[in-house]
Each structure stands twice: as C-alpha cells, then as structure tokens.
C-alpha cells in the first residue's frame, strides 16, 4: 500500500493550487507561443483570411486542452479532482464551439470576397477540397457534441448514449489535427512552427491514451481484480469486496473513488464511479453501493470469483489537502462511504455529521460510530424531516451549533448534491477560508 502522507499543509502552497498555478501556467504560455507564431507567419490573402487563420490556431490549441482534461492524468486529478476537470472541460467546450464557428464563418467569408461569388457557391466549393472538407467535418461533430451537451436534452438522454456520442469528441480531435496538417501555413511557417506543433499533439493524444487506455488496462492485468465477497449491509445496500493481486502496490487512498465494470455481470459498457467506503489496506477493495439504478441495484448479484474491472483510482476528496489538525466530515445518505475510509486515515481532532432520513437509513453506521471512538471524536446523527428550507438540519446556524470551532477546521462534505450545496452555502455564511473546505462530486468525465 502506498505511504499516507497526512501532513497538514498551514502556511504552504496546497497541492490544488500547485496544479492550478501549474495548468495557468501552460496555458499562458502556449497561448503567447500561437500568438508569436500567428504574427510571425504574416497576413493571409485578405484580412478576413487573416483572422480566420487566428481563430482556427486558437481553436487547435482549445482542443488539444479539452483532451488534456479528459485524459485522466494522475498527478492533476489527485491535485485537483474530477469532478473540477469536468466542469472546466464544460466551459472549454463552449469556447471551442464559438472558436471554431467564428473561422468557420470567416473563412467562407474571406474566399467569398476574395473570389467574388456568394457565400453559398464559396462554401460548395470549399467543401470539395480535402483539408477543407476536413474542418468541415471536424466543426459539425463538435457541433453535435455541443448541442447533446445542452443541459435540457442531456437530462433526456440515457448516460451511456450522451456518453457514446460524447467520445466523438476523439473524432473530431483526429479530424482537425489533420486539417491542420494539411493547412501548410500552419505547420511550415517555421521550423519552430511545424516542431511546436507536432509537440503539442502529440503530448495531447499521448496524454489521453496514457491515461484513459494504457493506464488502466496496465494496472487491470497487473493486478487480476477479482470479487472476493458480496455483503448485503441492509436490503438495499450492498458491499462489494475487491482483491487482487500486488494491491499493496495500487496508488489509492481513503475518499477516492473508483469506477467499477464486473464483465459477464453488466454489459462492458456499464460502468458506476463508486467511493471506496474503506481504506486501502493492500489487501482488498471496498465499495459499498446504494440501489440507485439497474447497475447498483444488482450488484448483490454479482457472482464471488468473477473478475472485476478496475479503473482508478480517482479524486482529490483525501487528506492529501489538509491545512488544519481538526477535521470536520459532513455526510449525506451514502455519501457516508468515502467519509467512512476518510476516518481511518484522518489524525487529530475530528467530528462528523451524519445526515439521513432514519437510523435505519445510515449505511455502515456501526463502523463509523466504531472509528469516531477510536479517535476520541464526536459523531452526530442528524435525522428527521428537513424544515421549509429544506436544508435546515444543515444550514450555517445548525453547523455553527454543532462545531463551535469549525472556522478552525478541515471540512469535507460529500452527499447529495442539493445537500452538498446548501452546506457549502452554510460554510461560506460562516467564513470558513475557501482553502479548508473540500467538497467532490463523484462522477464520469
């Protein structure tokens, strides 16, 4: 099992601003580089054409961004967690729809006027020429991503459809990096020009494959996952066991998260990010799930001995970010799961709230109530109806009542997302400094 560092980090540089810095940082400079090479290569062959070729090498350098992060580098997820990689892969997105609009436009803007006929005879005729055709192809595949990433029509969508048709995104990369090639001002305007960009792609699609291919089916053979147990913990909840071989060796830490396909079981092609609801221990894999869909729902039926893959693990929801010696875990429903593995590893002073419906509701209560002790900490169970606002048993002055000192803590939160919000709201109300609260939605990118 890999070593823990728990060290807390007050008065030092965090490792998710680490990464954050890092990845301005590359993004500063690569932008000053397309700029210099844009000005170096000089004026097209009117100024429309011009500015077409400036909006078509920014949205090359967006796209190689959007892989970058989706490719599920370690080092970056660990720093900065999924979840946040996810949402800046949303709003890049956007920016690369518009981006590669705007050249498309002007580019049968700019022949147009250069040829003197219409838009619609100048975009015929583009369309028969190869690289041209390329782009073409390349702008309306992003365009179809775009529209199915729309919030109304990706709530209509089945995740495995939004998710297949998703990965066209990989497509339209291939497309437009051979767009690209075949533009010969883009690639030898200079030596440095064409060096630069043969860099960049294929550190962008060696990333991608590195960590969405190779990673995981090196660590999938290697370490020969396997079901060792299914253990119903309530009649609608199960607990999967997970061993292997060499796990001592796997990179994974209490409160991440893992995404998890038992083949003969489901169809390849489903797949759950589950918590690791205990703590490696270089042994086994824990995931403790909630009937929540078909997947999670037959999980109990999963048979022992049957392979298991393994990707992950995932999350930066750990004590990799801790700033404070006390800890405050907030909880919700089964989101109790990475704050249940977080206990075993958490030092110093610690509480948790614990929010369900019931008693009867609060998965692996024994095992938490049993850590909380262990550590002389304090657990409160909050149950019951919410109030009229919905999330009074969790709002700022309830937090404040329960953890006096929690500006002087280290507070993760993982539940429900309506849950996860409203206390978040909580700790601002409350002044918490941003750096000590830690909160991660679990899910797929």
């Known amino acids: 099992m890999a070593v823990v560092n728990n060290r807390v980090r007050a008065g030092t540089v965090l490792p998710v601003d680490a990464a954050r810095w890092t990845m301005r940082t590359f993004a500063v400079v690569n932008v000053v580089i397309v700029e210099a090479l844009f000005l170096s290569a000089g004026s097209g062959k009117n100024e429309v054409l011009t500015l077409a070729r400036f909006f078509g090498l920014h949205a090359a350098l967006l796209m190689m961004f959007q892989l970058?992060?989706?490719?599920?580098?370690?080092?970056?997820?660990?720093?900065?967690?999924?979840?946040?990689?996810?949402?800046?892969?949303?709003?890049?997105?956007?920016?690369?729809?518009?981006?590669?609009?705007?050249?498309?436009?002007?580019?049968?803007?700019?022949?147009?006027r250069l040829d003197g006929a219409s838009t619609g005879k100048t975009f015929v005729a583009l369309s028969g020429v190869p690289a041209s055709l390329l782009g073409m192809l390349a702008t309306a595949v992003i365009v179809v991503i775009a529209v199915i990433s729309t919030r109304p029509l990706r709530r209509r969508?089945?995740?495995e459809v939004w998710h297949g048709?998703?990965?066209l995104l990989y497509v339209a990369a291939g497309l437009s990096f051979v767009h690209q090639l075949q533009e010969t001002t883009t690639f030898t305007s200079s030596a440095f020009a064409t060096a630069y960009w043969w860099v960049l792609w294929l550190f962008a699609f060696g990333a991608l494959l590195t960590g969405?291919?190779?990673?995981?089916?090196?660590?999938?053979?290697?370490?020969?996952?396997?079901?060792?147990?299914?253990?119903?913990e309530s009649d609608n909840v199960v607990s999967v066991y997970v061993t292997g071989r060499h796990l001592d060796k796997l990179p994974a830490r209490a409160g991440q998260f893992c995404i998890w396909r038992f083949p003969g079981h489901n169809h390849w092609w489903l797949a759950n990010p589950f918590s690791l609801s205990a703590a490696p221990n270089g042994q086994t894999l824990r995931l403790t799930a909630k009937a929540a869909g078909s997947t999670s729902a037959g999980l109990r039926n999963v048979p022992v001995g049957s392979p298991a893959f393994v990707e992950g693990p995932y999350g930066a929801f750990t004590s990799l970010h801790r700033t404070?010696?006390?800890?405050?875990?907030?909880?919700?429903?089964?989101?109790?799961?990475p704050v249940r593995a977080m206990l075993e590893e958490t030092t110093g002073d610690v509480v948790v709230l614990y929010r369900v419906r019931s008693e009867a509701d609060a998965v692996l209560l024994d095992e938490v109530r049993h850590l909380v002790e262990l550590r002389g900490g304090?657990?409160?169970?909050?149950?019951?109806?919410?109030?009229?606002?919905?999330?009074?048993?969790?709002?700022?002055?309830?937090?404040?009542r329960l953890v006096p000192d929690i500006t002087e803590r280290d507070v993760y939160v993982c539940g429900p997302p309506a849950m996860t919000k409203a206390v978040l709201a909580g700790l601002r109300d409350l002044r918490v400094p941003a750096r000590q609260v830690h909160a991660e939605k679990f899910g797929l990118a």
Do not use: C, K, Q
């Open 378 to 400: 304090r657990l409160h169970l909050l149950t019951g109806r919410t109030g009229e606002d919905g999330v009074s048993l969790l709002g700022s002055g309830s937090l404040h």
């Open 212 to 232: 969405r291919v190779a990673v995981p089916l090196w660590r999938n053979v290697h370490h020969r996952f396997r079901v060792e147990a299914v253990v119903p």
């Open 68 to 112: 970058l992060l989706v490719a599920r580098l370690p080092w970056l997820d660990r720093r900065i967690g999924m979840d946040r990689l996810t949402v800046w892969h949303r709003w890049v997105g956007f920016l690369l729809l518009w981006t590669v609009l705007t050249h498309a436009t002007l580019v049968v803007l700019g022949y147009a």
């Open 157 to 159: 969508l089945r995740y």
């Open 324 to 337: 404070r010696s006390g800890t405050l875990l907030i909880a919700g429903g089964v989101g109790i799961t």
């Open 165 to 167: 048709l998703h990965l």
